[in-house]
């Protein structure tokens, strides 16, 4: 439920999955619930999805945070930890 759209398809693995990965953490601590829908199975993950939104107690900076982490495009994520670290 937390590997990137990337761990299933040919293309190489970067930081930046781990970025995803990291998103995913984040989004179930602030929602309870998983971002990806695990009863579509693998073709939600190879596909861009849509998840329900964060709820509106948390503070829209830290949605925008999250939701650039589960990014389905990796070049639209977080360089690099560091890069999140800082914006947080």
């Known amino acids: 439920a937390y590997l990137s759209p990337e761990h299933l398809t040919p293309k190489l693995l970067e930081p930046r999955s781990d970025i995803y990965s990291l998103g995913c953490v984040m989004y179930r601590a602030l929602s309870g619930k998983e971002p990806n829908d695990s009863e579509q199975g693998l073709a939600r993950m ?9 709820p509106k107690t948390v503070p829209l900076f830290l949605r ?14 977080f360089e690099s930890a560091q890069k999140l670290a800082e914006t947080l």
Not at 47 to 54: F, T
């Open 46 to 54: 190879l596909s861009p999805h849509k998840r329900d939104p964060l």
């Open 64 to 77: 925008n945070v999250v939701n650039r982490c589960l990014a389905f495009k990796i070049g639209d994520r």
